[in-house]
């Protein structure tokens, strides 16, 4: 990325966090935690799936690979299909989490053409990509090309009058107070036309 990238804020915020890696998915786990995720005993599951109670707990206990004729037992009993067996559980939604950020105090990371205030930069692996931006280019000329990236993009003029320019529609004045809401992987572009500096607020996707 050029010192003149704004996307480089994109980049660096996809890039929070470590890489999360998959572990393989244990079968005999996985039927242990679906048959106690609905109650059953050992008896119950096994009478339900038409096997024996020593089948099915050497299965959760890896002490046998089932056949598919098995497999399928065992899905029957668990009202799930063959390949939910296989499928490792949705992970939970993580609740309660909250970032505060003080006035003035984000993360700066300025371009040739914007001042970039990260918001909320404590928090990982966040979905979207908060920031306040100081608008300094005053002409499409200050830009090396389109700025475009993968997802949506929410943006709201805090102070001042500023141009957007985007790569499929008529460029729009807005002022504050304004908001605009696009395809970020359509080209697009902000001046500031007022005296001062405009200052906006950014909210990006980060999936």
């Known amino acids: 990325m050029t ?101 003035g105090e984000g993360a700066a990371h300025a371009t040739a053409t914007y001042e970039h205030e990260l918001l909320a930069n404590a928090l990982t692996k966040k979905q979207m990509l908060p920031y306040r931006a100081r608008v300094r280019a005053r002409s499409m000329e200050e830009f090396d090309g389109w700025v475009r990236h993968d997802g949506e993009e929410f943006l709201y003029v805090l102070t001042g009058v500023i141009t957007l320019y985007t790569e499929f529609y008529e460029p729009v004045e807005m002022r504050r107070g304004d908001s605009a809401y696009y395809d970020s992987t359509m080209g697009h572009n902000v001046i500031s036309i007022s005296d001062e500096d405009a200052t906006i607020l950014w909210v990006t996707s980060l999936v």
């Open 3 to 103: 010192e003149k990238d704004p996307k480089s804020i994109i980049r660096i915020a996809r890039e929070t966090g470590a890489e999360e890696l998959v572990e393989p998915l244990n079968l005999a786990t996985r039927v242990r935690e679906l048959r106690k995720a609905r109650g059953m005993t050992l008896e119950q599951a096994a009478g339900q799936a038409g096997l024996a109670r020593s089948t099915l707990s050497k299965i959760e206990n890896g002490q046998m690979s089932p056949t598919y004729e098995a497999l399928k037992k065992l899905a029957t009993g668990l009202e799930i299909s063959v390949p939910q067996l296989f499928t490792p559980p949705v992970k939970e939604q993580v609740n309660g989490r909250m970032a505060l950020t003080r006035s």
